[in-house]
Nanobody, 128 residues
Framework: QVQLVESGGGLVQAGGSLRLSCAASAASGSIASISAVGWYRQAPGKQRELVASISRAGVTNIADSVKGRFTISRDNAKNTVYLQMNSLKPEDTAVYYC???????????????????WGQGTQVTVSS
């Protein structure tokens, strides 16, 4: 398993931006070698949903609900995956989790059940 630490959450007004970071520990190896790294979010009373993912090959997938506003990227030198969130809306309010999976294809993220390493989560609150 991989040790992941998220950071960058906080309180922001609607229309604002935040960048979340997901750092893999040095002992976990290179984050670039992980088959899939995903950002999930969970709002109160709702199921955890995949927001964005990036494969080992660097192919990214973005959920329709945030497409055009969120991007996912990876900095191999910093062993970190980022989630850039722009034009934030109150409905983006949730706890955001970074997760890693040893499965998944070049083009598609695996199902949530295949993500076996999770960070502790970081709260994002968007005020109207």
């Amino acid at each position: 398993q991989v040790q992941l630490v998220e950071s960058g959450g906080g309180l922001v007004q609607a229309g604002g931006s935040l960048r979340l970071s997901c750092a893999a520990s040095a002992a976990s190896g290179s984050i670039a070698s992980i088959s899939a790294v995903g950002w999930y979010r969970q709002a109160p009373g709702k199921q955890r949903e995949l927001v964005a993912s990036i494969s080992r090959a660097g192919v990214t997938n973005i959920a329709d609900s945030v497409k055009g506003r969120f991007t996912i990227s990876r900095d191999n030198a910093k062993n970190t995956v980022y989630l850039q969130m722009n034009s934030l809306k109150p409905e983006d309010t949730a706890v955001y989790y970074c997760a890693a999976s040893p499965y998944g294809s070049k083009w598609h993220a695996p199902p949530i059940s295949d993500f076996d390493s999770w960070g502790q989560g970081t709260q994002v609150t968007v005020s109207s």
